[in-house]
T-cell receptor, first 114, second 111 residues
Framework: EAQVTQNPRYLITVTGKKLTVTCSQNMNHEYMSWYRQDPGLGLRQIYYSMNVEVTDKGDVPEGYKVSRKEKRNFPLILESPSPNQTSLYFC?????????????FGSGTRLTVV | GQQLNQSPQSMFIQEGEDVSMNCTSSSIFNTWLWYKQDPGEGPVLLIALYKAGELTSNGRLTAQFGITRKDSFLNISASIPSDVGIYFCAGQTGTASKLTFGTGTRLQVTL
């Protein structure tokens, strides 16, 4: 089944403790992206990647890192999480040249930083 | 970063009613997309629009790409309970990997 898989689905952590949220897609998509969703703000892009070793900042990159060493994986790293990073996170992917510009989204990771 | 304004923020309607929602931007977009998010899931693409003035349907859903390229509209006809969820518009311009999302319209359907 074609899908974007995020892990974990739920995570509670403490301020300052480094964490990684994994994202993997099995559709051979070139583009991958991370979004955070907060009430009243919709989805805001954190980072995106157009292919292996090609990444760029989105609208809210502060406090996050990403890497794209393999085409299928795009982990999101929080080096020193803070409470304002408590949010619902989505990973998404799509083909580079598809006429259909829609991203396929994962099921989300709900992160709570205390 | 830029965000799109969606209205209304939420809607409570009865089953069978038609629904209209819209999305506006201060900037021009080359592509407009409409997504639906079910509770506990990620957004799923409903309709994609690629040309100013374009009107596209997908079953009971109809969406339009505004002629100014700064807005888009989504209509749902004869709503049913499974239409419940949050509807997001998204605009795309420039780098194809960047999508800007709206703030969402939460739809509740009562029997």
């Amino acid at each position: 089944e074609a899908q974007v898989t995020q892990n974990p689905r739920y995570l509670i952590t403490v301020t300052g403790k480094k964490l990684t949220v994994t994202c993997s897609q099995n559709m051979n998509h070139e583009y991958m992206s991370w979004y955070r969703q907060d009430p009243g703000l919709g989805l805001r892009q954190i980072y995106y990647s157009m292919n292996v070793e090609v990444t760029d900042k989105g609208d809210v990159p502060e406090g996050y890192k990403v890497s794209r060493k393999e085409k299928r994986n795009f982990p999101l790293i929080l080096e020193s999480p803070s409470p304002n990073q408590t949010s619902l996170y989505f990973c998404a992917s799509r083909y580079a040249g598809s006429w259909n510009y829609g991203y396929t989204f994962g099921s989300g990771t709900r992160l709570t930083v205390v | 970063g830029q965000q799109l304004n969606q209205s209304p923020q939420s809607m409570f309607i009865q089953e069978g009613e038609d629904v209209s929602m819209n999305c506006t931007s201060s900037s021009i977009f080359n592509t407009w997309l409409w997504y639906k998010q079910d509770p506990g899931e990620g957004p799923v693409l409903l309709i994609a629009l690629y040309k100013a003035g374009e009107l596209t349907s997908n079953g009971r859903l109809t969406a339009q790409f505004g002629i100014t390229r700064k807005d888009s509209f989504l209509n749902i006809s004869a709503s049913i309970p499974s239409d419940v969820g949050i509807y997001f518009c998204a605009g795309q311009t420039g780098t194809a990997s960047k999508l800007t999302f709206g703030t969402g319209t939460r739809l509740q359907v009562t029997l």
